[in-house]
C-alpha cells in the first residue's frame, strides 16, 4: 500500500466534546469525504478494539484519535483539528461555527469539568 492508497481513519467516541470539536472541523472543512470515520460509543466492544489498535501507536489512548498515515497517529484534539485544516488548506480559526463550539459550549463544559474536578479533589 502506498500512502496515495491510504485513507485517514478518526476515532471518535460518542458523546465526547473533544471529538466534537473533530467532527465540527472536519464537517466545516468539507473533509468527510476521503476519511474513514470509526464513531463507537464509551465502553462498547469496539472501544476496546480500538484501544487494542491504538496501543502500541500512542503513549496514552485518548479520544479522539487519528491514524493520519501509516504509522502515524494523532490523539489530540487541537492536534487533528490543525491536521484537518492543513489538508483543507483552511485555519480552524477562522471556522465560525468551529470557534462558536470551543468558544462557546467547549469552553463552559471544560469549566464545569474542572470545577467539579476541584470539589472532588477537596471533598474530606
Known sequence: MTDTDFTPILYLKQNCPFCQKVRIALLETGQRDGIDIRDFAGGSPEEQ???T????????????????????????????????????????????????????????????????????????
Open 49 to 51: 478494539a480500538i484501544c
Open 53 to 124: 489498535v491504538l496501543e502500541p501507536h500512542v503513549a496514552k489512548i485518548s479520544f479522539p484519535a487519528a491514524k493520519i498515515a501509516p504509522g502515524r497517529f494523532l490523539n489530540e484534539s487541537d492536534e487533528i483539528v490543525a491536521w484537518v485544516g492543513e489538508r483543507a488548506g483552511q485555519d480552524p480559526a477562522a471556522l465560525p461555527v468551529y470557534r462558536n463550539y470551543v468558544d462557546g459550549p467547549f469552553t463552559a463544559m471544560m469549566s464545569l469539568w474542572r470545577e467539579n474536578h476541584e470539589l472532588k479533589a477537596a471533598k474530606p
